[in-house]
């Protein structure tokens, strides 16, 4: 049996409750109770710092509080959730990243004056203090600035976003670009790319020259999820490129083209829902080379149910996950599909959830071989932003990587480096992550098995042991 049938590899034991509050707690701010424009960035990890973001509010409402919540240990620990700004007057959107111990906060905030306006925040010490509230766009602020998505490339924001200022004389949304230096100090002037709206704005870790634009068009003409790139660091941008290539069905804002976009070293996985197979399914198109030519389009999540709210994310290592919400029950679940080959196979369907109620708004980021999941559910009635990390986090002396309970009955064997010591007398076996079998003998004591440095399984005295070389 392969043994990702036995672990879910989705997330890790039980998940964190970060918001902890009796009001309504969620990464996005809709009545719709999830995402129903684009996928948004809620959690951010750099320096094994943690960072997550979430809206906090009585009932729908744009008014509430952005609270931010931060583990300095890869999430076994957490500090007090601090209520960063507000309350004040909201939309529905933000977005968290980082880079070293840079973290920035961009979201909607509104006014009846100038409707939709983008505001940030940015800590240059890991999350411990943060600045006032800056404004990075600055002309026709009587219109909608919506959907801000942001990357950061030493101290250079690059960002995109939604507008609505007047286009050949029409009040249209179009996407807009533009990027500031010195963590915003001075930005370039507003650049507008194509129509319409939902911006996610990648920079290739491997390629910072390299920007890539995930958008699409709703209108009643076009449905479509659409693409352009920088190869010059956002100076010159390509043409639009129609990536679904089909209109997605329906006129409400839960039938647009949502999607998500994950890119390392060139490889860009792409993602968006469309209705081709007669029910919502996460459709995936995937570039080898940095965005010229595109694989596919094929249906990632294979569900008879309704699929929402795709977020992928990449690793150095060739894996990428896609997380993403099914209405595989009636109610919603977040569940899984990892590639370890580039994206040329994908695994079975895991669930991270299953339960009764609505759970979803899900993101996702990867750091030093950890996947880290935000996602919210109203199991409590009053929805609650959770948190949980694959594989299982780590405390720095406890490098067999076991939880606490785990801990107490520790079996007979340690790890030195690299180098697994199997201490007492008997059958053993040694898994790869995805569930290959790597090594199987028995051990009559002291015999040494040396393992690449990742993560592996051990069946040793009986049980399963999640084993991580660092
Ligand atoms: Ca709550
Ligand atoms: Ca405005
Ligand atoms: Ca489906
Ligand atoms: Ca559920």
Redesign the pocket.
Known sequence: MMLSAIFGSCGCLEPVNLSEDTLQDRPYLDTWNHPTERSTKNVAVCNGKVHVAWFNSPTWSHTGVLYYRRSLDGGLNWEPKVALVGPRDFWRELWIDCKGDTVIIMYEVYSDDNGVDIRYKVSEDGGATWSGEYAPITSYITYNQEAPTFDIVGSTIHMAWADNRPYLLLPLYNIYYKRGVALGSSWTSDNRRDLSDSPILIVDPANSSRLHLWFMTYNTSEKRAKYQRSTDGGNTWSSTVDMSGYDAGGSTPYDRPIGSMAVYNNVIYYMWVDERTGNKEVMYKRSLDGGSTWLGPSNLSGTPTKSWNPYVEAAPTGEARLYWMDSL?G???VVCKITTDWGDSWGALERL???????GAVSVDYYDDHWYIVWS?D?SGDYEVYFTVDPCPVAQDDELGLRESERERRPGFTLRGNVLILNEAGDYAIYSRDGRLYDEGHASGGETVRLRRGVWFLRYGGRLHRIIVR
Do not use: G, I, L, Q
């Open positions: 029950d109610d919603w679940e959830t299953n339960n009764s109620a609505h759970d559910s199991v």
